[in-house]
């Protein structure tokens, strides 16, 4: 079964700083994308949710110990324990570092900063003592300092041959792993040594960077900084001196990313060869399958609009846009990762009436696409980054303007498709927002109600890449290069709340993406795709072997194989806010297509099946008119017989047995969801596994559902 612990949870909460936080999300996610999502967590999620099941690796970054035991000592530490027993990784940088040791002694003769005592995570079974090298001021680059670290290469055996024993590593405040060498017994390895005098007596091996197995996982915990990246550091940050120590980092920075991609491998992660950068926004593509419609939709936003020298922002709650013609720019000319700014406007103060000068507005642009060269992509709030839209009202795109997406190809399929259904007037992805590289098809359309309020129903946002996708809870949807994503608005009316709930939109949309993938064309009918409740999307392993049943569905597939053989290929995301006379809905979708990492992709089964890889811009079209027709259907008759009988024929959970844990540990057997409100059904079970007449009704946003364990558990 391929792996499901696909994230990386870097924690963000008490304790921690910014700049730790950033310089981790920066470096792994270079390292670790697009097989894993490398996203930052609070405390609350760490405590009080189902993470673990998921997580590939809980990072500790740099801070203040102190704070992070406050905030999880007792149940925090043993819920991390247990994680790291089972299977789990930790890695602790700098102040993780001390965390993660059985004792820490930081300072012990500085009565004002002295941080001494045990610790109860003890992946180290020893004491972190620092401060290793003297000088460290909190919130200050005063100690910063460019150490010296030798690599133990006996630690990693796949290693290259050609890779240097030692490079610089940046340090401020970390400590040394007193006696490692005395631990080899308890499972210690010393990864990386200090190679100069330190201010602290190291014991036995002055050891700054160790690993120990830990249960079924393990842990990884460092005295210096190797994650901080020379090109994220600010030179004018720090007194002259430290201009030097970013000099001197940079200069064996090369050895620096291979010690730490040797780390990670070592953790049993998949790392990348060499570095990924997060890719840059480009721009949207406003079209529409008439290009009337493109004008109409443009006079929907007049009121919306704000014009500055001609130009025309709309403002909204999360994001800026500047809507822009086709001859506005030139395919000459390279999109930047980074426009204008607007001051004020990116801040939630005035509104643009009074913002600077056109000519203004120029030079921050100038200064800001500047910057983008100097500086990290993840440094970059990409929120603050103005979104522009080209604007299409005489035509599609070229395929010189989108070459990743052929818009005449998807306009033909949808038409086709929905043609294919019956609908009349269809509305369902007739108008769409197309962009290369975006951060959230979800947030452009959700997080700025101004701008949603005024779209038409069933317009769609799509894109190649998002860097910014986002899940349900604390989840974030692995979206690598080859995964369909796409956003559609709903206006679903209150009139239908008692007939057709709002809670049923995400069972709708889960309907259609296995009709959109089985009616893609002939053969294509069975392909192994089922659904997870409430809103995922499963495919059957390829390199799946069992043989036995499923226990649910209506034997279409062909599939004889346990739940355990599938794996997730894709994820529904419903966010509904109410105005005036309805809600209005954003669906999220992603789903992995071309991309067999980080699980596996229809491409890949389609192969086995001995059919053509699939089309995106066909697949998109096919999903958006098999949405179309069961809302409509929906709207209409609510949720029928026929519409939980083809929901039912395509979920895994049919007389699934269950643990419900927040009951007690009560055994239950699935037995569909209810229709009213979409909730889950459970029958509880006594003795012998015999009924014991009562049910249990389990709503979605409230409980993580884990078939692999049979556990559904409360959120709190």
Known sequence: MANKRMNVLVYSGNGSTSESVRHCLYTLRRLLSPNYAVIPVTGDIILKEPWSATCALLVFPGGADLGYCRTFNGEGNRRIIQYVNRGGN???????????????????????????????????????????????????????????????????????????????????????????????SRGV?????????????????????????????????????????????????????????????????????????????KFGLKANEEEKAVPSLSRLHLTAHQASDVSELMSSLHEIITLIDGDEYVKGENDMFHFEKPSAWSMNTIPKAVAAVLPKAVTGGANLEGSDSPEKLETR???????????????????????????????????????????????????????????????????????????????????????????FPGFTATATTQIAGRGRGSNVWVAPPGALLFSTVLHHPILLMQSAPVIFIQYLAAIAIVRGIRSYAPGYENIPVKLKWPNDVYALNPTASSASSTGGGSGKDSIMSTREDFVKIGGILVNSSYSGSDYTLVSGIGLNVANAAPTTSLNVLAAKAGLKAFQMERLLASILAAFECIYRRFCAKGWDRDIEAEYYDNWLHTNQCVTLEAEGGVRARIKGITRDWGLLLAEELGWEDRPTGKIWQLQSDSNSFDFFKGLLKRKI
Not at 205 to 232: M, Q
Request: aromatic letters at 10%.
């Open 365 to 455: 642009q100038n200064e800001n696409e500047q910057r983008e060269h100097d500086s990290s992509d993840n440094t970059i709030d990409f929120d603050k980054v103005i979104k522009k839209v080209v604007v299409h009202e005489n035509g599609l795109p070229s395929s010189r303007e989108t070459p990743s997406f052929n818009h005449h190809s998807y306009y033909a399929n949808l038409a086709h498709y929905h043609s294919k259904c019956g609908t009349e007037d269809p509305l369902f992805g007739t108008r769409l927002l197309y962009g290369e590289v975006v951060t959230s098809t979800n947030t452009l359309l959700e997080k700025n109600p101004t701008l949603l309020r005024h779209l």
């Open 90 to 184: 930790y890695l602790g940088f700098c102040a993780g570092g001390y965390y993660g040791s059985a004792r820490c002694e930081f300072e012990v003769d500085d009565k004002k900063m002295a941080v001494v005592g045990d610790r109860e995570l003890a992946f180290f079974p020893g004491i972190c003592r620092g401060l290793a090298f003297p000088g460290f001021v909190y919130h200050s680059e005063a100690g910063a300092r460019a150490v010296e670290l030798e690599i133990n290469k006996a630690a990693f055996p796949g290693v290259k041959p050609d890779m240097p024993g030692k490079f610089r590593s940046y340090y401020n405040g970390g400590g040394v792993f007193v006696d490692a060498k005395k631990y080899g």
């Open 189 to 265: 390895e010393i990864l990386a040594a200090f190679t100069e005098e330190l201010n602290v007596n190291p014991g036995e091996g002055a050891a700054a960077v160790v690993y120990r197995k830990v249960g079924e996982g393990s842990a990884i915990l460092t005295g210096p900084h190797p994650e901080f990246a020379p090109t994220n550091l600010n030179k004018s940050n720090g007194l002259p001196s430290y201009a030097s120590v970013i000099d001197a980092i940079a200069a064996s920075d090369s050895t620096r990313v291979q010690f730490l991609k040797s780390c990670l491998t």
